[in-house]
C-alpha cells in the first residue's frame, strides 16, 4: 500500500502475501535460475500458455441472467448487460477486457483490477488499471479484508473487479525456476548452433612441427574434409593421429529435457500439454479428452472467479440474489455438427427440449410451432395430438390410393 511519508510517497509490502521482489530480498527464491516476467514471456511455452486461458476466457460470450422461479434467464434490459455483450468503456471491447484480465492476472502476484464507475448506483463503464497503478493491502486480523488504492486514491470494495490466482502467487512467479531452465535450454541451444561448439573430431600431433609445418597439415585436411566433404583420405605429417567424438549421454538427451519443461510449464499453469503444441504424447482420443479436461479443470476456475467477481461490483447488494453474470461455456463443448445434430434430436424426441431451443444451439432463429414439446417421431406426439388417440378413418380418395 502507498502511505504519505514527509511529501513523499513510500510503498509498503506485506508479509502475509509476499510478492517476488520482496521474497528476492530476504533469499526466499529457491535458486538463481528464476526469470522476471519480461524474459519468461519470451519463452513461447509461457505465452502460449497465457494466451491459451485468457483468449479461451475472452471468446466467451458474457451475458447477464436474472432468477425467474427455479431457472435463469438472460436479462439484457439490464444496464450492466450492454457493458459486458459490447463494450464496457469508450476505447476498448470485451474480448479486450477479459483477455487482459486474465493474463495480468497469470503474471502478477497482486492479480488484475477493473474499476466500475458508477452514477447513481449505475455502472456506466468498466475500466482496467495496469498493475502499478492500483494497491491492495490484506488486514491482519487474519480475514484478509482487502482495501483498494487506484493511483493513491481510495476506492470502495464494492466497485472493484479483482481477480487473483491461488496462492497469492501468479504461476508466472510460481514456476519462475522452471521457466528459468527452459529458458537456460534455449539459450544453449542457441550458443549451440551459432558458435558450432561440438567439432566432430580432434587431430592430435605427437611430434613437435612448425608453424609451416601446421599450416601444411590444416590445408590438407581442409582439401580432403573440409566445405562440406565427407570421405575423403586425409595424409598429414608429423605423426598424426584422428579422435572421433562421441555425444555423451547428457547431450542426448537434451531434446527430452527441452520437452520434460515444456510438460512443466503445462503443469505451472494446468493446461494440457497438446494445447501448448507439446503433442509427444498426443493421440487423436487423448487430445480430445484433455480438451474436456482443459474445460472443467483448467479454465472453469478462472472463468467461475471472473463471474463472481464481476457480479458483486455490477450489481447492488440488493441485485445479487436476483441477478447474475455468466460465460457461455457451449462454445467450448461443441462437437462435430454431425454428433450436434444427433445429441439435438435425441433430446427433441425426449421432450427435454422444444425445437426451438434446439435451434437455439446452432444460432438459428426460432419457427413457427416450434415451441411445443413433442417427439416428432410418433404421430401421436405431433403438436396438437393426444397420446393414444386412434388413427382417423382413411377419405375415399386415399382408399382409391391405396386400391
Known amino acids: 500500500m502507498l502511505q504519505r511519508l514527509s511529501g513523499w510517497f513510500r510503498t509498503t509490502k506485506s508479509l502475509s502475501a509476499p510478492d517476488a521482489e520482496l521474497q528476492a530480498v530476504f533469499g526466499a527464491l529457491p535458486s538463481g535460475l528464476g526469470v522476471g516476467t519480461a524474459q519468461a514471456l519470451t519463452v513461447p511455452a509461457v505465452q502460449s500458455a497465457i494466451r491459451l486461458l485468457s483468449e479461451a476466457s475472452a471468446c466467451l460470450d458474457l451475458r447477464v441472467e436474472r432468477r425467474v422461479g427455479g431457472a435463469w434467464i438472460e436479462a439484457p434490459e439490464h444496464p450492466a448487460a450492454a457493458l459486458l455483450g459490447s463494450q464496457p468503456n469508450d476505447w476498448q471491447s470485451s474480448y479486450e477486457l477479459i483477455r487482459d484480465m486474465v493474463a495480468a492476472a497469470l503474471i502478477t502476484d497482486k492479480g488484475s483490477l477493473a474499476l466500475a464507475n458508477k452514477v447513481d448506483g449505475r455502472t456506466i463503464e468498466l475500466v482496467r488499471y495496469e498493475p502499478g497503478h492500483f494497491t491492495v493491502d490484506y488486514s491482519g486480523d487474519g480475514r484478509l479484508e482487502p482495501s483498494y488504492r487506484i493511483n493513491n486514491t481510495p476506492v470502495s470494495a464494492d466497485d472493484v473487479v479483482h481477480l487473483r490466482s491461488p496462492f497469492a502467487r501468479c504461476p508466472l512467479s510460481l514456476a519462475a525456476d522452471a521457466i528459468g531452465v527452459a529458458k537456460t535450454l534455449e539459450e544453449h541451444a542457441g550458443r549451440l548452433f551459432k558458435n558450432g561448439a561440438r567439432p566432430s573430431g580432434v587431430l592430435s600431433l605427437k611430434d613437435r612441427v612448425t608453424p609451416e609445418a601446421l599450416k601444411r597439415i590444416r590445408e590438407a585436411w581442409a582439401i580432403a574434409h573440409g566445405n562440406g566433404k565427407s570421405g575423403g583420405t ?7 593421429e584422428y579422435a572421433q567424438l562421441t555425444m555423451l549421454s547428457t547431450d542426448g538427451q537434451f531434446l527430452e529435457n527441452r520437452t520434460f519443461q515444456l510438460q512443466e510449464i503445462a503443469r505451472a499453469f494446468r493446461v494440457p500439454p497438446t494445447m501448448i503444441y507439446e503433442l509427444s504424447r498426443g493421440t487423436f482420443s487423448t487430445t480430445e479428452a484433455l480438451g474436456r479436461d482443459f474445460l472443467v479443470f483448467s479454465l472453469d476456475p478462472w472463468l467461475q472467479a471472473l463471474e463472481g467477481a464481476l457480479r458483486r461490483a455490477l450489481f447492488a447488494a440488493g441485485e445479487r440474489r436476483e441477478y447474475r453474470v455468466k460465460f457461455d461455456r457451449d462454445d467450448l463443448t461443441r ?12 433430446l427433441i424426441a425426449s421432450r427435454v427440449l422444444n425445437p426451438n431451443e434446439g435451434r437455439s444451439w446452432l444460432d438459428l432463429p426460432p419457427r413457427e410451432g416450434g415451441e411445443e414439446y413433442a417427439n416428432p417421431n410418433t404421430g401421436s406426439n405431433q403438436p396438437g395430438g393426444q397420446i393414444g388417440a386412434a388413427a382417423p378413418p382413411p377419405t375415399p380418395d386415399q382408399r382409391e390410393d391405396d386400391a
Open 335 to 346: 462437437a462435430s455438427l454431425t454428433e450436434r445434430a444427433t445429441a439435438i434430436a435425441s
Open 234 to 240: 586425409a595424409i598429414v605429417e608429423g605423426g598424426a
